[in-house]
């Protein structure tokens, strides 16, 4: 009850009192005489009345406050109900969230394990101390244990030292390879991955290492490199043995060209001197196939030498020019030289490489040209000079042009291939062991150089090709500048 209401109850019980007081007051100072009177009656009546008046409207009082009370307590009542099945929903909504995602994580957890699970792969957890918290299946049966006896017990690799550095912690990410065996001692290699697990905060929580089987490829990589070896062993021996077979051919063959030569200075009738003259000249074939072979031989085998001397380009040139001059004569060819300005007089190259490179390509010339003639033109890119400060580095651009029969489209990619040729049907008229051009290409490879060719059917073609050389800085002869013309039947 709270203190107005007390207030209030105490005034009205001091009231009652007062007039039960009075009512008792009156009655014992009334007399006989004035106790029968009628205003003694009312006065009486009227003080019980008010006093009954004020009692009841207490007691009506009490009575709705006490209604109010229920009815305030009912009220929270239903308050605190409506509150209490709120949050029992809000509860409710939660664990079933909760579960959700529990159910969510157990098949996540569950595909996770799956993927894992069927992995060949050897994958395991571990540790900063490197102690197993999880390993796979295929972990398990290579090492010929059960997983829950390796849970716990130290990483092989951590042991070995593979993943323990001399100061600090375990790398966070590292690839590298270990050669082990299984529980059946069979050798294996595997290339292991390794990597830190980290939580949302970057903290290392532990580590995966995942083991790949390489030792098919391994087994494979060294099995081919053992075969490349042999290849290589048995291509040098083959140059070794050509090398050898060629010098020993090349003797009894000058023999032969050596006594064909003194039996043509013997008198022969016409017929034994034209005999004499095809042995001279397939003793010369035969000597020019040979020194092919060895020369092919050597490039193939890294065994030829490119000298570095001095000498004339333009002799050089004449030398090759004048060689072949009475061949072009008796084909009616004519044979034509350009040097550009700013050619060098003397260069520094391989005098003996270069003719051989002129040689092949001039030679193919006439032979595959009927009528026209072959142009032959350099031309030169000067480069830097040397730190001696003496020489300075050019590149030589030679052309060589012809007229004759041309090269199909879809031969023109074997021609750089030993002993492939343009015509190999069995009714070919010209020569050659298709060695020349090789040959060519492999020199001007050694030299610094390339080699390409241009050609159409019909219309001739055009060799190009490129070596890199010197010359001495501040030579006193100026460069060439010259063409020279040869009419058909003129020699070069």
């Not at 007691?59 to 009912?74: A, F, G, I, P």
């Not at 300005?341 to 490179?357: F, K, Y």
Request: net charge neutral; with cysteine; charged share 25%.
């Amino acid at each position: 009850m709270s203190s107005l209401q007390s207030r209030k109850s105490a005034l009205l019980f001091a009231l009652v009192f007062a007039l039960l007081a009075a009512v008792v007051g009156v009655m014992a100072q009334a007399s006989e005489q004035d106790r029968i009177s009628p205003q003694y009656y009312v006065l009486c009546l009227s003080l019980i009345g008010c006093i009954l008046l004020i009692l009841a409207g207490y007691v009506w009082d009490r009575t709705l406050m006490q209604r109010l009370r229920d009815l305030n307590k009912t009220s929270s009542n239903v308050t605190l109900l409506n509150d209490s099945d709120e949050v029992h929903d809000e509860v409710i909504g939660l664990a079933r969230q909760i579960e959700r995602m529990a159910q969510s994580l157990q098949k996540l957890e569950a595909s996770y394990r799956a993927v894992v699970e069927d992995q060949v792969d050897l994958i395991c957890r571990y540790n900063a101390s490197g102690q197993l918290s999880f390993v796979n299946g295929a972990y398990a049966r290579f090492v010929g244990r059960k997983r829950q006896e390796l849970l716990g017990q130290p990483f092989a690799l951590c042991t070995a030292g593979l993943l323990t550095p001399k100061d600090g912690p375990l790398p966070e990410a590292t690839t590298f390879e270990h050669e082990w065996h299984d529980a059946g001692e069979k050798r294996f290699i595997h290339a292991w991955t390794h990597r830190a697990i980290k939580d949302s905060g970057g903290t290392i929580i532990e580590y995966q290492a995942v083991g790949h089987d390489v030792t098919t490829r391994k087994e494979a990589e060294h099995a081919l490199l053992s075969a490349k070896e042999a290849a290589e062993s048995a291509d040098r021996a083959k140059s070794e043995f050509l090398a050898i077979v060629s010098h020993e051919i090349r003797t009894p063959i000058n023999g032969v060209i050596g006594f064909a030569k003194l039996l043509h200075d013997t008198p022969l009738t016409p017929e034994q001197r034209t005999f004499a003259d095809m042995i001279t000249s397939s003793g010369r074939s035969l000597e020019t196939l040979i020194s092919d072979i060895l020369d092919l031989s050597k490039i193939e085998a890294g065994k030829l030498e490119i000298e570095h001397a001095p000498f004339s380009l333009r002799d050089c040139i004449d030398e090759t020019l004048h060689l072949f001059g009475p061949r072009a004569r008796e084909a009616g060819l004519s044979i034509k030289t350009s040097v550009a300005q700013g050619v060098p007089v003397i260069i520094n190259s391989d005098h003996g490489r270069l003719r051989q490179i002129l040689n092949n390509l001039v030679g193919n010339a006439i032979k595959f040209t009927e009528f026209g003639g072959i142009e032959v033109s350099v031309e030169c890119s000067p480069g830097i000079a040397h730190p001696n400060g003496v020489t300075r580095g050019v590149r030589l651009h030679f052309t060589v042009r012809d007229t004759g029969i041309g090269i199909p489209a879809e031969k023109i990619d074997q021609l750089f291939r030993p002993f492939s040729q343009v015509d190999t049907s069995a009714k070919r008229r010209r020569g050659g062991t298709g060695l020349g051009l090789i040959i060519a290409k492999r020199l001007c490879e050694r030299m610094g150089g390339a080699i390409s060719v241009e050609s159409r059917v019909g219309e001739g073609s055009t060799f190009y090709f490129a070596i890199q050389a010197d010359y001495a800085i501040g030579d006193s002869r100026d460069p060439f500048n010259s063409t020279a013309a040869k009419s058909p039947g003129t020699p070069a």
